[in-house]
């Protein structure tokens, strides 16, 4: 079992800057992968971002050059860092990892960006 804690979210304007922060309840290191997926009103969940065990990365073509994602090792965290968010970033976040072939989910964030 793996719980995730998600932070961050919140209202920006177009252009701006917001970063979200997802916690795990066990190492990061004995995840397969985690990251994030973002679902918009009448949208079907999409991936945003998925960093592996082994350090890669995997970004939305949407979101390349803008986002980040990135360990916290300390706090057995993944973080993602958006810049240059868009209104069509708007959406709630949710968290996702991959342990011992299970999937679990965090509850979702909501991120809205304004123009």
């Known amino acids: 079992q793996v719980q995730l804690v998600e932070s961050g979210g919140g209202l920006v304007q177009a252009g701006g800057s917001l970063r979200l922060s997802c916690a795990a309840s066990?190492?990061?290191?004995?995840?397969?992968?985690m990251g994030w997926y973002r679902q918009a009103p009448g949208k079907q969940r999409e991936l945003v971002a998925i960093?592996?065990?082994?350090?890669?990365?995997t970004y939305a073509d949407s979101v390349k050059g803008r986002f980040t994602i990135s360990r916290d090792n300390g706090k057995n965290a993944v973080a993602l860092q958006m810049n240059t968010l868009k209104p069509e970033d708007t959406a709630v976040y949710y968290c996702?990892?991959?342990?011992?072939?299970?999937?679990?989910w965090g509850q979702g964030t909501q991120v809205t960006v304004s123009s």
């Open positions: 996702y990892c991959n342990a011992d072939g299970t999937t679990y």
């Open positions: 066990r190492s990061i290191f004995s995840i397969s992968a």
């Open positions: 960093l592996a065990r082994s350090g890669i990365t």
